[in-house]
């Protein structure tokens, strides 16, 4: 019997009739740890955002944009009808009706994702069931156990600034929102207030851990005391220790007269209930942490640019093997991957990748979030687009860069697509804009190019960047939407910049580079460019570019050649120099 099967079961044995299966944790995390993949189990679906529901017969899977061709070759369409995100309000209201028992896992629903689902079906909170244990866990025979890796303190010289200085930072913050105490639930957030870190989730380095702030000096740390045992001493003046289960216990003892802050998104709606049921006072804020931690201070933003001029040297290294010692039939994507690896892992305050690399040639390429397998494993062909997706994580910041790369001789369509890509990329690390611009206002730019032609892609422009922290950080985006992207983007952010395009079943193109948001003397903002690593100007067409283009192209290159030509071999310096030169 499939996975899906045993939880249909479940649900007619319980007299369920939908069940809902967000692909997150009982954090709200978009990276999640091994036993945390419930909609992977359900439904062999392995991307990093998805949302199943589960009926007593029939079962939807819903996917954004990066996923749209991944699910289809993942997922078993007998068993799932696969929806776009975009569609999923119309969807309950079309297909589900007001009457079913809908049964949710309160940890893995916000408030905010609630409503949705309330407002389609048009019911009360009171309608839904809140299931005491996950079905899923229930059913998982051999569900992985909890990660239980040693957390560790992240170090004054790269975090720049003190944990009593944050705490008391953000106990300001909360204060002008008349705000007593506050249920901390994202894990980065928690990571940062505390510069704390650890290994419960693969490339990210963060600990599963909640956190209470309240009136008193030192903070509530819910976590296994076992993941702390070494570092105690260093949090002890900040900090009070309490059991990862006892949260709901201490949350039911704030005195009823005090004020509880939730974050509609970020926190899971279990504690919302825990105040409801115990009659405390609660408010909606945004998690305190957001800002202060997005707008990076100057030891973080001078970290991210050693760590970025380490990273591009790297990614250098690797783009020289590429073009003239890679053997191409004897090369496959994961022997890539495996190559540049080989050259970050020795790095300076190297801790480990991002993510995991995205290293896809030819058809691959055109799934923008493709993931190699031993049995997608494709090797390499002459005439084909090789796209790199990669990062790493240092102690003193986290990369993310993407180049796009002709194997052989490209086609003109390659070149006309990569170029225009290319020109929506410079449109928005050139930009000048006020201070309080949206990142919905920026996106049009990275498009305008590809959508005189009629083509577009179904992600993102840009996302934030964390300080060894998750490569995908919040508020600020750069995307269509402008409920994903609603947020100002502000000084002393990080985001990327990688606008692309992906031709189905053949090739994919994306450019990214990382950008710090800085202040010009009107006032302005703009965006510095700290990705340094060489372009493919063999994918260009020049006659598509204007010359404030080709200068963009001219001086970034030249910078390119200046920051990383004396940490190169001579034969790669020599190599550089030529893919640098000028173009007129």
């Known amino acids: 019997m499939s996975n899906l099967s045993l939880l249909q079961k479940w649900l007619k044995e319980n007299n369920i009739d939908v069940f809902i299966v967000p692909r997150t944790d009982e954090f709200l995390s978009e990276y999640i740890a091994s036993y945390a993949e419930r909609l992977k189990w359900v439904s062999n679906f392995s991307g990093s955002a998805g949302y199943a529901i589960i009926m007593q017969d029939t079962a939807v899977i819903f996917v954004d944009g990066r996923y749209t061709e991944q699910v289809k070759q993942q997922v078993n369409k007998n068993d799932f009808v696969i929806e776009h995100f975009n569609n999923f309000s119309l969807w309950l209201k079309k297909n589900l009706h007001n009457k079913l028992r809908i049964g949710i896992d309160p940890f893995l629903h916000s408030k905010n994702n609630l409503t949705v689902l309330l407002r389609a079906l048009n019911i009360k909170d009171k309608a839904i069931i809140y299931l005491k244990n996950n079905p899923i866990d229930l059913l998982w025979k051999e569900q992985p156990a909890r990660p239980n890796s040693k957390a560790f303190i992240h170090k004054l010289s790269y975090s720049g600034k003190r944990i009593v200085s944050k705490i008391k930072e953000i106990k300001k913050i909360l204060k002008s929102n008349d705000c007593d105490y506050y249920i901390l639930t994202a894990l980065d957030s928690i990571a940062w207030l505390l510069n704390l870190r650890g290994d419960d989730v693969l490339y990210f380095p963060i600990n599963l851990a909640y956190v209470i702030i309240t009136p008193d000096k030192k903070v509530e740390l819910f976590i296994d005391k076992k993941k702390i045992s070494s570092i105690r001493n260093d949090l002890a003046i900040n900090v009070n220790f309490n059991d990862f289960e006892k949260i709901n216990y201490f949350i039911l ?167 225009r890509v290319l020109k929506g990329h410079i449109a928005l690390a050139s930009i000048n804009f006020k201070i309080g611009t949206k990142g919905s206002t920026l996106d049009s730019l990275a498009r305008k190019s590809l959508q005189e032609i009629g083509c577009d892609y179904d992600h993102g422009t840009g996302h934030g960047i964390g300080s060894f922290l998750c490569v995908h950080e919040g508020p600020q985006r750069i995307a269509k939407s402008q409920k994903l992207s609603n947020n100002q983007i502000k000084e002393n952010m990080i985001l990327s910049n990688e606008p692309g395009f992906y031709q189905k079943n053949q090739y994919g193109i994306r450019i990214e580079n990382l950008v710090i948001t800085k202040k010009n003397k009107n006032n302005n903002l703009f965006f510095e460019t700290i990705t340094l690593a060489p372009i493919d100007t063999n994918l260009l067409e020049i006659r598509l570019l204007t010359k404030k283009e080709l200068l963009w192209i001219n001086k970034y290159h030249q910078r390119v050649y200046d920051k990383l030509s004396n940490h190169l071999t001579i034969v790669e310096k020599k190599w550089l120099r030529k893919v640098t030169q000028p173009i007129n």
Request: proline share 4%.
């Open 253 to 419: 003892n704030i005195p009823k007269q005090k004020t509880i802050g939730i974050d509609k998104i970020k926190t899971p709606i279990f504690f919302e209930n825990i105040c409801k049921r115990g009659g405390l006072k609660f408010k909606y804020i945004n998690d305190p942490c957001l800002y202060p931690k997005a707008q990076k201070n100057k030891i973080e933003l001078n970290g991210a640019r050693l760590a970025n001029l380490r990273d591009g040297i790297s990614m250098t290294k690797f783009l020289y093997w590429l073009k003239n010692e890679m053997i191409i039939k004897d090369t496959n994507e994961i022997i890539a991957s495996q190559k540049l690896f080989s050259f970050r892992k020795n790095n300076e305050l190297f801790y480990s990748l991002s993510f995991d690399t995205i290293s896809a040639i030819g058809k691959h390429a055109a799934l923008p979030h493709y993931h190699v397998t031993k049995q997608s494993n494709q090797q390499f062909q002459n005439n084909s687009i090789y796209l790199v997706d990669s990062g790493a994580q240092y102690f003193d910041g986290t990369t993310d860069i993407t180049r796009t790369i002709i194997i052989g001789q490209p086609t003109i369509e390659h070149k006309d697509r990569f170029t």
